[in-house]
């Protein structure tokens, strides 16, 4: 598609707001999809259109829609033909005035498609969403739509309404291939790589080019899914390793991974010579099965015991470990709705909430739960219908029993107060889905508890070194095999681990306001307002404090030797900090000003720059990361 028009950045977004507005307005009433069908019988001018337009050749289709104007200047299918075209060559000016001209029912389905295309190629891609699911009511979806709405719904981390979309896409001619690579980028975004291979599979049997992509970057997307999901031998010959190397840098590397797996270690050291000059980012996972946390213990074993210990590795519960939370005493009122109340007991199936309402009781058991007990957990149980619920009442360790779940609101529709409907906020598929994913390894593995990711009780090794089969082996073949064959996060830069740990440690999927007490929840989100991170030129990250391996450190002192790292002396020479700790040292380039606080030089940071705030959520203690002055204990967060 062509770029839109040049001018301003602002004019632009203005331009796009206005439109957006505009064509909303229009979004009323059904039509029908396709160039033609609603209003004057097609000519052979737009018979034409719709070839050009099938074939691309969009100056074509607009000086077939202008020649059939001329002669009927009121002829709908050329209106929107010219619109299309107009959008098409980057004219949204013409195709605003088109479609107000139109009135309502004028724009059809791939009106809407073209247009959310355009707003997506201008950064607007929530105004695209929103234009396309304005239309869902008003008939028939053409192909393209479906296809952006799909792909928008994948990238806003909604798979799982994105994931049949897909599915439908496969089945429709012209659009099968766009369809399978979209379902094969959805499966690995749900580290499903069996599913990707499969999909991928399809899209290369397409043939041509209907992706827009080459055939020798799809087989290497191929490829990594077949080795992902331990199917080595039919990787090598996708890559065309049975009769000599790749035909690239990168084939080669995988090829390396392929022999590996299959154990010819003469095989895959020559694979990985050729490779050069490709390598591999700290950052990027290995194209390799799982292995779980215990397979990391035998090389790695103090590292692996103390991670095994931490909190981190204990954030999921099964059913059987959350018999191990103290059960209610008495029944626990509901705080926003009266006359509700709820017992926490233990049955021989497990964990048991029961709500009550008057004399009528209804029953949910959690089938697992989120959450260390450091702070709290969460139960979640399935009712009835099979729709998976977040108890209505989370354990707090603090307080030292159960309380109200934090975000739960009162039920919205429940009819004669049925007590089913206090037990829990109903989760769906990709709700449940992102619990899983901050408090597990894999996600897909722990949910459906295959081994052996699926058995780490918690964030294990490998949610941040990324799978670690291929690395085991090349381990054993060592040093046969030169290649550690696993992503490495110390290498990487503090900003790329700040990104590693932002994925669990920010908000998902929503916007946190600064003086929003209730952001300082999101560390690493909390973390980047401050201006220690911003005035460090990139040298401060969540490593610079915190050994990722071990629990936070809860001695204020050892924090402050942090803080004067950066804030000793102002003309101290950059030093690295407190080595063997686990923390990453902070290096700070020469030209970053470093300033000793006015009121004490040499303590007291922590108490008050970060303190710690009771009161963001209930029963939970959160240390302040947005590093700054705070007037009072208690006093209204600052805006910085």
Known sequence: MSSPPGGPPTDRRLAVAALLMSLLVL???????????CGQNATAPISEAQQAADQGDWRRVAELARRRLREVPDDRDALRALARASIQ?????????????LGAGGMLSEDRALLAEFLMGTGESDSALRLLEEGLSLGPEHPHALYLRARLWAASDRLAEARPLAEQLCQVPKWSAKGWLLRAQIADAESNPEQAALAYEQVLSAGGNPVGMSQAELETRLARALLASGQADR???ILGGANGGGASPEANWLLSRAWLQLGNLSAAGSSLAQAAPFALKPMDPEPAPYSGAAACAECHKEITRAQQASHHAQTFQTASGLLALPTTTAPVADTQVPGVSYLVERAADGLRLTSE?????????????????????TPVGRDPAGNFRELRLSYYHDHKGWDMTTGQKPPADCPGNDPACFLG?????????????????NARAAQEQRAPAGLDLGIGCERCH???SNHVKAMNAAPAFSDL??????????????????????????????DDPASIRFQATTLTWSRCATQSQGALSCLSCHDPHRDAQTDPAYYVQ??????????????????????????????????????????????????????????????DHFIRVHPTPTGALPAE
């Open 27 to 37: 979004l009323v009433v059904a039509g029908m999809t396709g160039l033609s069908g």
């Open 89 to 101: 060559l980057g004219r949204m000016d013409v195709a605003q005035g088109i479609y107000e001209r």
């Open 235 to 237: 990787a090598r010959q």
């Open 357 to 377: 309402v008057g004399s009528r009781q209804a029953m949910l058991r959690a089938e697992f739960g989120f959450g260390s007990g450091d702070r709290g957990a």
């Open 425 to 441: 906020r109903a989760l769906t598929e990709d709700g449940v889905r992102r619990c899983f994913d901050c408090h597990t390894t």
């Open 466 to 468: 990324g799978p670690a």
């Open 485 to 514: 064959a696993i992503a490495r996060p110390h290498l990487a830069s503090s900003q790329q681990t700040l990104e590693l740990c932002a994925r669990c440690h920010s908000p998902r999927g929503v916007d946190v306001r600064r």
């Open 562 to 623: 942090k803080c004067l790292t950066c804030h000793a002396a102002t003309n101290a020479p950059a030093t690295k900090h407190l080595a063997g700790d686990g923390a990453r040292p902070i290096e700070l380039a020469d030209s970053v000003i470093r300033k000793p606080c006015p009121i004490n030089p040499s303590d007291g940071c922590i108490e008050c720059h970060m303190p710690t705030r009771k009161d963001a959520l209930p029963h939970t203690k959160f240390t």
